[in-house]
């Protein structure tokens, strides 16, 4: 990763705990190419890291993020020709909106202002939201004559339901923190300096607990709502057969045996 990535996408380690925090406040922390590939690496380096047990992914300033910053990306070659735009939102924002949903351990969005396009999108993919009272989510696309992309139309009415994700990305209205929790786009809205000891709270609890059945429970319940009961319930078999043969599995059973706390190593 060059500096200029690093220096804008602030990461650091804490009680097993991975901060990740876009730091371009001039900008909103629109996010350019540069950050986007470094956040996705971080969240593989997360997920493969042992000692690494959960993640927060915040910003500096005040905005969370405002969205793609296109000015960011390499440079096209030649013409756009039909496939090109496509080509750019899968290898670009869906990238990123998965390698959230698809991290191995949870991530928690810590957000601090406004969340616009793909910003709404990267928070709205972290397994829990907690939200700055002067934090905003917008759909933005609309005011621009765009269709929704980062898996907008994908999340947000599994959040919301579909008539309320209409109505929020048919009008593109900015979403206060307030009403975001009332919808159920976000789980806790707190005071603009609580914000990150709430996250760190949260993110240590999360740290100390048994991250393998974590991550297997993500994944069944990301999962859930795209496929039948039947398949439903065999994934949920298949990962508490998997979950039995971890440390932790074996550590929450014996503690509650011998009437005590159980001491999870995310093993």
């Known amino acids: 990763m060059t500096g200029i990535a690093e220096d804008e996408v602030l990461h650091r380690i804490e009680s097993g705990v991975s901060w990740i925090t876009l730091n371009r406040p001039e900008a909103m922390n629109a996010v350019t190419w540069e950050q986007r590939e470094r956040v996705i690496a971080l969240l593989a380096e997360a997920s493969a890291d042992p000692t690494l047990r959960a993640v927060v992914l915040t910003a500096t300033g ?17 013409e756009r020709v039909a496939g090109d735009v496509a080509r750019m939102i899968r290898l670009g924002a869906q990238r990123l909106i998965t390698a959230v949903l698809d991290c191995e351990k949870p991530v928690l969005a810590a957000v601090n202002g406004t969340a616009a396009g793909i910003g709404a999108h990267l928070a709205l993919a972290c397994d829990l939201v907690i939200a700055a009272e002067s934090a905003r989510f917008i759909e933005v696309f609309v005011r621009r004559g765009l269709v929704p992309d980062g898996g907008g139309a994908y999340l947000l009415p599994r959040l919301v339901g ?55 429970t993500k994944q069944l319940v990301n999962a859930s709502l795209d496929g039948d009961r039947a398949a439903a319930l065999a994934a949920e078999a298949t990962a508490q057969e998997i979950n039995m043969t971890t440390a932790d599995a074996n550590e929450g059973v014996a503690s509650f045996v011998e009437r005590r706390s159980p001491k999870y190593v995310g093993r």
Do not use: I
């Open 162 to 216: 579909p008539q309320k994700a209409k109505e929020l990305m048919f009008f593109g209205d900015a979403v206060p923190a307030a009403e975001a929790e009332r919808l159920g786009l976000v789980n806790r809205v707190v005071p603009a300096e609580e914000l990150e000891a709430t996250a760190r709270e949260w993110a240590e609890r999360l740290a100390q607990g048994p991250t393998r059945a974590l991550a297997l």
């Open 62 to 78: 005040k905005g969370f993020c405002a969205g793609a910053d296109l000015r960011g990306s390499p440079a096209a070659a030649g």
